[in-house]
């Protein structure tokens, strides 16, 4: 059998269904439960505790979004230039995607935070990529703190700037996030509030951390029709040896691992050895999960819904079983679910431990 192509990821979602703000509080959100067989339950977060089981041990993203978006004026000709800051390069500067009506070349000068700082182009990377260098004595983080918007995704129109957009900085990160990265949330941590988290621990629960930053490769689309033609960029994360003791005590008492979102299953998958035993340490990862998948780590997924034909939504279908997924998103549409960052989520309790590969 022939592996699916990028159009056997598509389904139709109506415009109105796309949240531009978030419930609140965030644990009324909708979840729709995905049993691997059976009936779909609905459900809200603040039930998720019923569902999990003591000796499970549930896995977050404590990755924190930084201001990473900004605007600013080249230094001949005055056209607006939006940057949105990536990582620090290893040949020195910051990575960054640059739009803008013509793209900067390299040597070109860039003035931001209103002329009192100056970044030069100093290498194009394709794909609207490029490697920037701010002026001695001017930090990127201090740009960011002083000019940075956050970068919300393309899908939720938020004019700028606007008491909404100013939310946004607080609404857009989780309750436990704290190490500074990522240029868009984990969005399944979105969710959860410190008395979810204290029912959740109050279940016999473990709640293990790990960071992985998510950069803008993680959402770009898919644009060529066999996804096995598709690269990932490579994002990196960092597993403690703490979680990784968390997962094989939950293993060894018959518990779950329970990923909360598409980023901590990639960092737990690429860090994971063949027999399915974590390693603590940091990586890089440009794994591209898509079906078929033997899932070596990760039991039980809590997920927002993705975009169609989206690597994501790949994820998810590797996870769960494509047609099983797209029957559920249609269900989803019908019954009313919010949809992508701001929106609802799914709860893929998985299949039994005995039949995982």
Same mark, same amino acid.
């Given at each position: ?10 389904? @139709? ?66 056209? =607006? ?20 009506? =013509? ?20 290498? @194009? ?76 621990? @109050? ?155």
């Amino acid at each position: 059998m022939a592996a699916p192509g990028l159009d056997d990821f598509h389904y @139709e979602l109506p415009p109105d269904r796309i949240a531009q703000t978030p419930i609140e509080p965030r644990d009324a959100a909708r979840m729709l439960v995905v049993p691997s067989q059976g009936p779909f339950e609905h459900r809200t977060v603040r039930d998720l505790p019923d569902l999990l089981r003591t000796g499970d041990v549930l896995v977050v993203n404590i990755s924190r979004v930084i201001p990473a978006r900004m605007f600013g004026r080249k230094a001949r000709g005055g056209g =607006r230039v939006e940057i949105l800051w990536i990582e620090p390069a290893s040949a020195g500067g910051w990575l960054a995607l640059l739009k803008a009506r =013509r793209r900067p070349r390299p040597g070109d000068r860039i003035l931001l935070a209103d002329g009192r700082a100056t970044a030069v182009l100093a290498e @194009e990377l394709g794909d609207g990529m490029g490697r920037l260098v701010v002026d001695d004595g001017v930090s990127v983080e201090w740009l960011m703190e002083k000019e940075g918007l956050t970068p919300l995704p393309p899908y939720i129109r938020r004019p700028l700037p606007t008491a909404e957009a100013l939310r946004d900085r607080e609404r857009y990160q989780t309750v436990y996030a704290r190490s500074p990265g990522s240029v868009a949330a984990p969005t399944a941590g979105l969710h959860f509030t410190p008395e979810l988290l204290e029912r959740i621990r @109050e279940r016999g629960v473990a709640i293990a951390e790990l960071t992985l930053h998510v950069g803008p490769g993680t959402f770009r689309p898919v644009k060529v029709a066999n996804p096995d033609d598709h690269h990932m960029h490579s994002e990196p994360f960092e597993i403690p040896p703490e979680t990784a003791d968390a997962i094989a005590r939950a293993r060894a008492c018959g518990g779950r691992v329970v990923a909360v979102g598409t980023t901590v299953v990639r960092a737990l998958e690429s860090s994971a050895t063949s027999g399915g035993r974590v390693e603590a340490g940091k990586g890089r990862t440009d794994l591209f999960i898509r079906p078929p998948w033997a899932f070596r780590v990760a039991d039980a997924l809590l997920t927002n819904f993705h975009l169609p034909r989206s690597t994501l939504l790949m994820l998810v279908c590797a996870f769960a079983g494509r047609e099983r997924i797209l029957e559920a998103y249609r269900v989803a549409v019908d019954a009313g679910y919010r949809f992508y960052s701001y929106g609802d989520c799914t709860f893929l309790p998985g299949p039994p431990l005995e039949r995982r590969p």
